[in-house]
């Protein structure tokens, strides 16, 4: 469906708080080649991690989910307790997980191993947000911190890598912290590349900049954090204003468009949050980033076009990333609180088909809501790698 406009839609909405495919015949030369083929598992919302042929609540937020080379999709998320296979249900700092169906998922490993030692941070500090970019042959995790006081000013973002999505990882500690680089609350990082140049995405609800990286992706372009060159990507308002600023920032690069995904509301209050997604579009990686109304997504409350707000049964939707199939689907994953299921007061993640709007060309979630529980189609994948052996 096209949605609705966006006034009526934030309106409501917030008040709301395998099957295998038929191989082909063999083409002949003078045959057009066949169409790619494709399966697809069955999937519903909220995910759940799967061990032993048993079910087990995935707690997670702040994910990241990349498509790995083998097949599989992989899920980064802030730090949490889950279970993790044979290491039993605990905490994790970041923990990975693969799928196939962004449902039904595998504890695979970390980021850092329990007993990692975080020299260039405070002990009490916690790791959250992490992003992931190939780099190269080797795999880049950008990460936030943040601490238990003073937030805006030692907030920071670091950076870990791998040659393959399980690791091994090998942190490199901190890129800056917000008083360094001059940006308060520098976190919830995402990194592209773009003509070349590597380029880290930082910011929440004060402004959202972007600073270019060396080529491996390992430190700032410029060498301190105080002589960086910032781009401003969102300008700041002056306030710490939840309906107007945005943070959680994710660019796609479809059809030579840039579109933006941030998260304004309230992220962390439970069934109460009123966390939602708004996109902008810009000929640039660096915006402005205009609704479809052509304002800029900060220009005032409410503003960007909607991509998907609370329903009656999930609230606080939002710090979104977005992933392709094999055959060129879009899906968002995000996380919100499932008021439904055993654990109401936690995040878990959720996945959804992305559309485009036909009139606006902006992106959106059916019905501007997570199909909880609603069984589907997943993802389409190719038969290769080690999902069909």
């Not at 030369?29 to 399966?39: I, V």
């Not at 990241?64 to 290491?87: A, S």
């Not at 690791?167 to 592209?192: C, H, Q, R």
Request: with cysteine; charged share 20%.
């Amino acid at each position: 469906m096209t949605p609705r406009p966006i006034a009526l839609l934030v309106t409501s909405a917030l008040l709301f708080g395998c099957t295998p495919a038929v191989s082909s015949l063999p083409s002949t030369p003078s045959e057009s080649p066949s169409r790619p083929e494709y399966t697809s598992d069955r999937r519903s919302n909220p995910s759940k991690i799967i061990f032993e042929g048993e079910e087990y609540p995935l707690l997670g937020a702040d994910p990241d989910c990349v498509k790995g080379e083998d097949g599989y999709f992989y899920l980064f998320t802030t730090q949490t307790f889950l279970q993790r296979g044979e290491k039993g249900y605990g905490f994790d700092r970041c923990p990975i997980l693969r799928s196939t169906n962004l449902s039904e998922w595998e504890y695979v490993g970390s980021v850092f191993a329990d007993d990692a030692k975080f020299e260039d941070w405070d002990p009490d500090f916690g790791v959250w947000a992490p992003t992931i970019l190939k780099v190269g042959d080797m795999y880049n995790c950008y990460y936030s911190v943040g601490y238990s006081s003073g937030y805006r000013e030692t907030t920071g973002i670091g950076v870990a890598q791998a040659p393959s999505l399980t690791g091994p990882w090998t942190d490199y500690g901190k890129l800056f912290n917000s008083g360094e680089i001059g940006v308060e609350n520098s976190i919830d990082p995402f990194a592209m590349e773009v003509d070349g140049h590597i380029y880290l995405y930082f910011g929440s609800f004060l402004g959202v900049y972007s600073v270019e990286l060396t080529i491996d992706g390992l430190a700032l372009m410029d060498g301190h954090p105080s002589e960086a060159e910032l781009i401003e990507v969102s300008p700041p308002s002056g306030s710490f204003d939840l309906e107007r600023n945005f943070e959680a920032t994710y660019i796609v690069n479809k059809n030579g468009k840039y579109y933006l995904f941030g998260s304004k509301g309230t992220c962390c209050s439970g069934i109460d949050s009123s966390y939602y997604v708004v996109s902008g579009v810009s000929d640039s990686p660096f915006g402005p980033f205009l609704g479809s109304d052509g304002k800029e997504i900060s220009a005032e409350p409410g503003g960007g076009d909607l991509v998907i707000a609370p329903s009656p049964n999930i609230a606080g939707v939002g710090h979104n990333a977005v992933v392709e199939d094999d055959a060129g689907e879009y899906w968002i994953v995000y996380h919100g609180y499932d008021k439904d299921w055993e654990y109401p007061g936690e995040r878990t993640i959720f996945a959804d088909p992305l559309e485009f709007s036909s009139e606006t060309g902006m992106p959106y979630v059916q019905d501007i809501a997570g199909s909880d529980g609603l069984e589907m189609d997943g993802p389409q994948l190719s038969k290769k790698g080690k999902l069909y052996d």
